[in-house]
């Protein structure tokens, strides 16, 4: 079978399968609320019987036995919360809910008001997951930190309410990384006096310590559960065929997104992901992050969404109105600490678009890519006025450092080859682009870069963009980068290094002259999850911290 028959086989069997099952990425429905039965009751409060067996325990006796009694009250207390949770929605828990067993009556109450940053409300959630002690991946690290109580993960789904509510909450919907402690008040041996209990869900990521009694006792947590659900492949996964060959259905989720709640106090590291790929290639770059104390007190990580079929400046632009109004409706004032020391990580063509938020083009990029100006261009008002939000721009200045990972800073030349452009044949342009580069090929022939104008609607796709013919980078590699920036670059075989590439993108396109740091690593182009890699990006985390000034806590 010839190549390109193959090529079209696998981009309709793809497409045609995930344009099925997208819906699922984006909105969930919110689980009705359900009255606990009777049956339902005694059964959870013969659970609390453990629980309470437990707590007695932890407080007396030798060292061996107390930690056989917390082990006892941690089990009783997860499969607890479980059955709650299955039965009834955690927003839907009432404080002062009791629960009789044979030998005693339970009162449950909830916190009724969240300290900021230390616990989440059940009314908050929508599922209470126990956090899991195995990784998605077996050979990835699992991050965990031992004490007292039951890690579990908060979800909230990504409903219509939510979306408004929380417009940062990401696609498959929220997922905090969360301790719950039920503490027990003294048993008064009084059995018409049900025994009082109060839920805490700690906020493990910022709460380390909490108080039993008269004891300071280290909480526990799973810093890698809410994560491993956050950029679950099998949700995201979806999304990268689909954002190249059919961009237009998955502009609705490209977004910038917060994996968090958002902290003032704490940076975020924004993750944007290359051609053909998704967040999910982030996973073990996050882990490293929630697992590190010192990087976990001081970073929060999000990262962008977007389809790759559309052009570099296009996305760029997109990534640029995300980054805006994050500013705008976290830190309005432009006063939050965290938010001013910005760091942007790029894989491949994420790289570029990280680049284009830090740099202040002028005239460059347009002058590489047309021969008249803005307003002797035969094309209607919005059509101008997107092409120049493009091209034209102000750096975005909460940007304080970036950096790139395999990412052609002068394009790659196998985007030019013609297997290449022939898959980029399949690409389903957006409605309004497909008009905008009908309008600029129609009319503007002479206005045009001559590149541009030969190459027809393939210069306004990312694969075209990411040609090292592609003019754009006549523009962009004349614009000085004005924050500090680090290089990884993949050497895949044994050629020089000067003669090297990573399998697309070639050394002399990664390499940068003036990066801070340059780290070789010896992998193909998608290396992002490889430890080397997840090293480093740890490396300049912390170089960041002391430039910045941000070490001690």
Known sequence: ?????????????????????????????????????AREKRHMAALLDEVASGWDGMQHGKSTARRAAEDRYENALAKFLREWDS??????????????????????????????????LPKQLDQLLLASRKRSRGEDTLSERPGLGVPVVGHI????????EQPFLPPNGGNLTLTAVLEMADDDADPATPRRCRLHLHDALNVETVKVQSDERLLAANFTAAKDLALSKKSLGLFSLLGLFYP??????????CMDGYDPKRIPVVFVHGLMSDPHIWL????????????????QPWYFLYPTGLSVPQTSARLRN??????????P????????????????????????????????????????????????EPVRARIVSALKFKPQPEVKRLLFITTPQRGSNLAGKNIVRRLASFIRLPVDTLLMSQQLLKGNTDALSPQIRDWGFFAFLSIGTLSNEHPFYDGLNAVPIPVPYHSIIG?????????????????WSAHLEGAKSEKIVPCWHGCVERPEVVQEVVRVLREHLQESGRIAR
């Open 322 to 331: 995300s980054l805006q109004q994050a500013r705008d409706y976290f830190d």
């Open 491 to 507: 050497q895949f075989g044994r050629k020089p290094l000067l003669e090297s590439s990573d399998g697309a993108v070639p050394y």
């Open 333 to 380: 004032d432009h006063n939050d600490p965290g938010m001013s020391q910005m760091v942007l990580v790029g894989h491949s063509m994420g790289g570029l678009l990280s680049r284009m938020q830090a740099i202040d083009p002028k005239d460059k990029l347009w002058d590489a890519m047309f021969r008249k100006p803005p307003e002797q261009l035969d094309v209607s």
């Open 87 to 120: 039965h009834q929605c955690p927003r839907y828990w009432q404080s002062g809910t009791e629960f009789t067993s044979r030998q005693q009556s339970f009162q449950i109450e909830l916190t009724n008001e969240t300290s900021p940053k230390r616990e989440v």
């Open 284 to 299: 073990n770059a996050v882990n490293a992050i929630s697992s590190d104390p010192e990087l976990r007190a001081k970073y």
């Open 1 to 37: 079978m010839p190549p390109i028959s193959a090529l079209r086989l696998l981009a309709l069997a793809f497409c045609g399968a995930l344009t099925s099952c997208h819906t699922a990425l984006r909105v969930e429905t919110t689980r009705d609320e359900t009255e606990l039965s």
């Open 157 to 164: 789904y990504r409903t219509d309410t939510t979306r408004k």
């Open 248 to 257: 237009e259905r998955t502009l609705g989720d490209s977004h910038l997104y």
